[in-house]
């Protein structure tokens, strides 16, 4: 799997929206980026997860850019309960099937 | 529905003995995964089974670390003489099928003495 590169922290204003920066210049055609987030000690959380159109959920936006180097995870109204470490993971579709997750962006959302 | 389920969520255990961690995935999750975390580290990958076949093993750190799922529901996790670098927070997910979304369990925080 290809690699990713996050910022270590990041900070949003409650009721913001929060924007995390991943870039994954490696990443292959047939590569999903996917977004995972673990809230304290609990496990890691699905977020949403592209190939290369945006998508959107009832948690969040994820934007690629057209050339697939680089996304965007979108939290439109950053909430308290928010705070976490997002984790930006690039994922082959079929075939490689452990997920490889990096350190990650810890986000803090400020009341 | 339910969830991941691990069990113990807690072990604390002296070192040398050996220690069985349990996963219970989703009904029906083809696949399940078991990952290790340490401290202010993501997880980091150790082994996969689709049913009952181990698929990929090749995170197990060393041979005192075994795993199994032998009828493709549950599976366990082993760990033999344990050593204080084994204390982390061990982790189980499972996916409808291998190419799936993981959902991860809550975790077993193991404490080696």
């Known amino acids: 799997d290809a690699k990713t590169t996050q910022p270590p922290s990041m900070d949003c204003a409650e009721g913001r929206a929060a924007n995390l920066p991943c870039n994954h210049s490696?990443?292959?055609?047939?590569?999903?980026v996917y977004w995972y987030r673990q809230i304290h000690s609990q496990g890691p959380q699905y977020i949403i997860h592209?190939?290369?159109n945006n998508e959107t959920n009832e948690m969040a936006s994820l934007i690629i850019t057209e050339d697939r180097k680089s996304s965007t995870l979108i939290l439109p109204h950053a909430t308290l309960r928010d705070t976490a470490v997002y984790y930006c993971?690039?994922?082959?579709?079929?075939?490689?099937?452990?997920?490889?997750f990096g350190t990650g962006t810890r986000l803090t959302v400020i009341p | 529905g339910a969830g991941v389920s691990q069990s113990p969520r807690y072990k604390v255990t002296k070192r040398g003995q050996d220690v069985a961690l349990r996963c219970d995935p989703i009904?029906?999750?083809?696949?399940l995964y078991w990952y290790r975390q340490a401290l202010g580290q993501g997880p980091e990958f150790l082994t996969y089974?689709?049913?009952?076949?181990?698929?990929?093993k090749s995170g197990l750190p060393n041979d005192r670390f075994s795993a199994e799922r032998p009828e493709g529901s549950i599976s366990t996790l082993t760990i033999q003489r344990t050593e204080q670098r084994d204390s982390a927070m061990y982790r189980c997910?499972?996916?409808?099928?291998?190419?799936?979304?993981?959902?991860f369990g809550p975790g077993t925080r193991l404490t080696v003495l």
């Open positions: 997910a499972s996916s409808l099928g291998g190419a799936d979304t993981q959902y």
């Open positions: 490696t990443i292959s055609g047939n590569e999903y």
């Open positions: 592209g190939l290369k």
């Open positions: 993971i690039v994922r082959v579709g079929a075939g490689a099937n452990n997920l490889f």
């Open positions: 009904s029906g999750h083809v696949s």
């Open positions: 089974f689709n049913y009952e076949a181990q698929q990929d």
